[in-house]
């Protein structure tokens, strides 16, 4: 199965950026798209961004459009996402995921198959 090994999170004020870094190891081969998703205590898994694996084809929930960039570097087997202009509410555990073999970028989480161990973002107020 492919594993994934999620970094870059930590404690920043509000406006500041992180990059957050996932890669993949094993059956890499596999993946047809990768996704960032987060959630905050209480409240269920939400989409940030989704990748297809040749990075031509993007997706954003509407509430990261203009402050965050999901960006994949193949030959690393590494996802990137760029947070800017972060707010309190953008506080939560970041997971990454892979969905095996389809492009279609998907944003529910029953879609990927493959889950990192999450890091951990808060923001400031």
């Known amino acids: 199965q492919v594993q994934l090994v999620e970094s870059g999170g930590g404690l920043v004020q509000t406006g500041g950026s992180l990059r957050l870094s996932c890669t993949a190891s094993e059956r890499t081969f596999s993946i047809g798209t990768m996704g960032w998703f987060r959630q905050a205590p209480g409240k269920n898994r939400e989409f940030v961004a989704a990748?297809?694996?040749?990075?031509?084809?993007?997706y954003y929930a509407d509430f990261v459009k203009g402050r965050f960039i999901i960006s994949i570097e193949s030959a690393k087997n590494t996802m990137y996402l760029r947070m800017d202009s972060l707010k309190p509410e953008d506080t939560a555990v970041y997971y990454c995921?892979?969905?095996?073999?389809?492009?279609?970028?998907?944003?529910?989480?029953?879609?990927?198959?493959?889950w990192g161990q999450g890091t951990q973002v808060t923001v400031s107020s």
């Open positions: 990748i297809t694996w040749s990075g031509g084809n993007t």
């Open positions: 995921a892979v969905r095996e073999r389809w492009t279609i970028l998907d944003p529910s989480v029953s879609a990927y198959n493959y």
